[in-house]
């Protein structure tokens, strides 16, 4: 079964103290894994969509790895305004092209 | 910046009312999602529309659920006689062909079922 896991569930952060969100993954083959940031009340906003092992994205200060087990969403020098949730999404060769199977999400907190 | 519009933002309905949801997604997308997202939980997919018909559900759209495209510009989720579990946050999104810039979500409804 296609499975999403993410860690930790919580991160708390002083401003401009650098970290990294971890996203393992368990398909039967990928498709495409993406990024996501949500705010309290609100929909998903897309940040990456990575699809092959090595590849690299990069936003601000925020930036996206992939391996073929799992992706890593480094921060850097992270900003309060950097506080949401963070949501890993996956597309399975198995699991359809249409359906994301999406794991908790790490909650971020950055305090000055 | 195109977006993915939303209405109601949210809704209180009693358990075993018809509702419908409704979602403008982005002009020129050709696939439109449904997904919910129960309080605390993980965000789960529903179903998937293209080409006026389901491309692909999910086991939790069931006989109580339906999608429509009743228009070039609206896309609807109906929920025939609501449960108390259908209380979660329901998102509508939308993509291109090539997914590239992957799937726009919507700012949700907030559905209460009392």
């Known amino acids: 079964e296609d499975q999403v896991t993410q860690s930790p569930e919580a991160l708390r952060l002083q401003e401009g103290e650098s970290s990294s969100l971890n996203c393992s993954y368990t398909?039967?083959?990928?498709?495409?894994l993406f990024w996501y940031r949500q705010d309290p009340g609100k929909g998903p906003e897309f940040l990456f969509t990575l699809y092959s092992a090595g590849e690299e994205k990069e936003k601000e200060r925020l930036k996206a790895t992939l391996t073929k087990k799992e992706s890593f969403l480094h921060i850097t020098a992270p900003k309060p305004e950097d506080s949401a949730t963070y949501l890993c999404a996956v597309q399975s060769l198995s699991g359809g092209y249409n359906k994301l199977i999406f794991g908790a999400g790490t909650r971020l907190a950055v305090h000055p | 910046e195109p977006e993915v519009t939303q209405t109601p933002s949210h809704q209180v309905t009693q358990m075993g009312q018809e509702v419908i949801l409704r979602c403008v997604p982005i002009?020129?997308?050709?696939?439109f999602y449904w997904y919910r997202q129960i309080l605390g939980q993980k965000v789960e997919f529903l179903v998937s529309f293209y080409n006026n018909e389901i491309s692909e559900k999910s086991e939790i759209f069931d006989d109580q659920f339906s999608v429509e495209r009743p228009d070039g510009s609206n896309f609807t989720l109906k929920i025939r006689s609501t449960k108390l579990e259908d209380s979660a946050m329901y998102f509508c999104?939308?993509?291109?062909?090539?997914?590239?810039?992957?799937?726009?979500f919507g700012s949700g409804t907030r559905l209460t079922v009392v």
């Open positions: 002009s020129n997308h050709l696939y």
């Open positions: 398909v039967s083959g990928l498709r495409g």
């Open positions: 999104a939308s993509s291109d062909r090539d997914r590239a810039y992957g799937y726009t």
